[in-house]
């Protein structure tokens, strides 16, 4: 079966057209206006009439969140912007709520905590319906932040940081759009190439997928990748992995992970995750 919608998972902190951005963010050469990671999913959805739910359910500052979201898609021309926040299963269910999403054109989750999205939507009939439309229809479904890092079917969720002691990663049930994948996000800013390859070493038949801020993927057909944005997108391929020493009982001893393999894409970069391979 093919897949007829598209995923756009987003590293974070993307480009909304601000006149000021933090200094972490590099300068980067992708105009907001024309190929900005914003301009890329409503130049995805592809109708300016459609309208783009943002979904602001991971969020503390949903208010402001949304926002930030609605005007950045105005300064691109795409007005036609609502938000949901939706704090409970049962409030996913409402009709209302279930109406709204059988008739978008896209959907937008933004970032925060990725556990409460999925304690919201796992196991509802608004993500039954999520799936149903990016299955069958020309449906667009973003993330960013905690929102790409719950698209996958396993979630990367730190109880505790990742330290020498305990490598194990805690990881949790995702919203399965990605199968056999883990995302993570804010990648270099934030230093998690160690946590998302011992996520790999312990899932090596998981892809990791580790996104820098202001960069993304798209993802057509559930297989092809491309990379978007003005950082790097680090594909972490464990299926080569011969031994992968995860028990640690003193500080002294040696944690090695042997044969791990590591794809590095930037803007415009395509890549068949099925058999990995670049095209």
Avoid at 34 to 49: K, V
Avoid at 142 to 151: L, N, P, Q
Avoid at 262 to 275: A, E, K, P, Q
């Amino acid at each position: 079966m093919i897949i007829r919608g598209t995923l756009i998972a987003i590293g974070g902190n993307e480009d909304k057209g601000a006149r000021t951005r933090p200094l972490h963010v590099h300068d980067t050469v992708h105009n907001f206006a024309n190929s900005g990671i914003l301009f890329r999913i409503i130049a995805e959805i592809n109708n300016t009439h459609a309208c783009l739910e943002v979904v602001t359910t991971a969020s503390a500052i949903p208010q402001t969140v949304a926002k930030q979201y609605t005007r950045a898609f105005k300064k691109l021309g795409h007005t036609n912007v609502r938000q949901m926040h939706i704090s409970s299963p049962e409030e996913a269910d409402h009709p209302d709520m279930l109406a709204r999403i059988k008739t978008c054109g896209g959907i937008l989750f933004s970032g925060g905590d990725q556990l409460t999205l999925t304690s919201v939507f796992n196991d509802t009939a608004f993500a039954r319906l999520l799936h149903e439309r990016y299955l069958r229809e020309h449906f667009v479904i973003a993330g960013t932040s905690a929102g790409a890092m719950a698209m996958s079917d396993l979630m990367i969720y730190p109880r505790s940081p990742v330290n020498l002691l305990r490598p194990e990663v805690d990881l949790f049930p995702g919203l399965s759009l990605i199968h056999e994948a883990i995302i993570d996000t804010h990648f270099l800013v934030r230093g998690r190439f160690r946590r998302l390859a011992f996520a790999v070493a312990q899932n090596p038949d998981h892809i990791g997928i580790g996104l820098e801020e202001d960069t993304g993927i798209i993802i057509r057909e559930g297989n092809k990748l491309e990379a978007i944005g003005s950082g790097l997108v680090m594909l972490i391929d464990g299926r080569s992995l011969k031994e992968a020493n995860l028990t640690v009982a003193q500080v002294q001893h040696d944690i090695f992970i042997e044969n791990l393999v590591v794809h590095v894409l930037s803007h415009g970069n395509n890549f068949i995750l099925r058999n990995m391979k670049f095209s």
